[in-house]
């Protein structure tokens, strides 16, 4: 026999009942933020590949090791987005979106593509839900942004309680360099602790170095100096600001002093969100952002401050314990032909039911009274419409109430609305 050719390792299928879980994550997301006045842009999934280099940063794992990059069929080098702001901010500037909303706030729902070491919570397609808001720099802006995200979380059912708040600032770029310098000249003095990977990085990015999981980096790290002491007055009363706004929102938060982010585009406040929830294991980081008030300009359109985050939905769900099966919707009715004659006669009868909004399903195979119940059962159908040579001929119906186990026969015009009652 021939063997299908496999899907792509690292990339799901998303099938039922999963995906009702998909759905219902999505739909709560789509709830808040529309709520919080985003609105939704779909970008492509395909982008020039200098948007990624000069956005995520050049050397960074992202673009270095990760990206899917490829010559189309005009010579152009393309990525697959690995991540959903670069595009975003393209989009932003290509439409010159500051001339219609000074303010804007966009979200996007979608697969990144990242060409990563797959396990659990670690996809080479994930998807991720973000929001990117443009043109404001406000302290408040950053704090509605994370209470945003938790009340998100919190409907998706992780409460508060079950998260954490990870918060840092990167202050300035120019405040960053001096702290760099300081971190190399620390780095150097224990060399000898660095991994091969580390020692690199000193070269490139030694600020990733804090983000190492190699127990000897660990150990040197706790040591090194704090990004925070090394910023000047503003970047840290901006910083203090942010956390009195999510005080008064009631938004619990750490200060993580180590915390820095994995893509080179922030700037001052950045967070993520980890929680211990469900069945993460260690890829317990369900959502990251922070600001990037210089990206918009580096790519060439108006020096316009920026924030944003972006929620892993994979990781989210595996977060969320309730099984999928619970959020999969049941059938509402179900049509049970005795015969060939009967499955004629139900058809158009169902038909106006499902016009009417009403889940239904009809058994097209024929079959014993018993077999179609016990397929009705199995959809958790919450009423069975039943008939056979007996109400063909009185224009009835026997309709099944499957909840209390009792059943009568009503003319077809009463089917609908006894329907509504019974879902009522
Ligand atoms: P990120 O931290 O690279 O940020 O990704 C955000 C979230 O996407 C992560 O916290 C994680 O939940 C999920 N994620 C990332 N990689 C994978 C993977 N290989 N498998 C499964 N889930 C993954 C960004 O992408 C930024 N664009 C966020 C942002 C928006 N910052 C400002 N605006």
Redesign the pocket.
């Known amino acids: 026999m021939a063997e299908v050719p496999p899907g792509v390792k690292g990339m799901n299928d998303i099938l039922p009942p999963e995906v009702s879980k998909w759905q219902f994550v999505e739909e709560k997301a789509r709830g808040v933020l529309e709520s919080f006045a985003f609105r939704e842009v779909r970008t492509p999934a395909l982008e020039y590949t200098p948007l990624f280099v000069r956005s995520v940063g050049e050397v960074t794992d ?1 673009v270095e090791k990760q990206m899917y990059t490829f010559d189309d069929r005009d010579g152009r080098s393309v990525s697959l987005r ?4 670069a595009s975003a901010v393209r989009a932003y500037i290509e439409r010159a979106q500051w001339t219609r909303e000074p303010v804007t706030r966009w979200y996007y729902v979608g697969p ?1 593509f ?1 060409h ?1 070491r797959a396990q659990r ?4 397609q ?1 998807h ?1 839900i ?3 808001l443009f043109g404001v720099d406000a302290p408040s802006v950053d704090a509605e942004v994370i209470a945003m995200l938790v009340t998100m979380l919190g409907d998706m059912g992780l409460p508060a309680a079950a998260l954490e708040v990870n918060l840092n600032s990167l202050g300035e770029p120019e405040e960053r360099a001096a702290y760099r310098e300081a971190l190399v000249a620390f780095y150097r003095r224990h060399l000898e602790a660095l991994d091969e990977d580390s020692r690199r990085r000193l070269e490139t990015n030694p600020l990733r170095i804090l983000d190492s999981k190699t127990p000897e980096v660990v150990a040197l790290n706790a040591n090194a100096p704090i990004l925070l002491d090394t910023l000047g007055d503003g970047s840290r009363a901006r910083f203090d600001a942010v956390r009195k706004h999510l005080d008064a929102l009631g938004v619990r938060h750490n200060l993580h002093a180590r915390l820095v ?3 080179d ?2 700037t001052a406040t950045i967070f ?1 969100i980890t929680t211990a929830a469900g069945d993460l294991g260690a ?1 317990n ?6 600001r ?1 008030d210089r990206l918009v300009a580096a790519l060439g359109g108006p020096a316009t401050p920026a ?6 939905v ?3 769900l595996l977060a969320i314990a309730e099984p999928a099966e619970n959020y999969e919707p049941a059938v509402s009715v179900f049509f049970v032909p005795m015969d060939a004659a009967a499955l004629a006669y139900l058809l158009p009868i169902c038909h106006r039911l499902r016009a009417a909004g009403i889940r239904c399903e009809i058994e097209h195979r024929g079959g014993s009274m018993k077999s179609q119940m016990k397929r009705a059962d199995k959809l958790r159908s919450r009423a069975a419409v039943i008939a056979g040579s007996n109400e063909l001929a009185s224009s009835t119906v026997t309709l099944k109430d499957l909840a209390q186990g009792t059943q009568t026969q009503i003319p077809v015009a009463d089917l609908e609305p006894k329907i509504h009652q019974l879902l009522d």
Do not use: D, K
């Open positions: 992202v690995p991540e959903g702001t990144m990242r990563e919570g670690r996809l080479r994930f991720q973000g929001a990117e982010r994995g893509l585009y922030y993520e890829q980081t369900i959502c990251g952002g922070g990037y924030i944003g985050f972006a929620l892993g994979e990781r989210t």
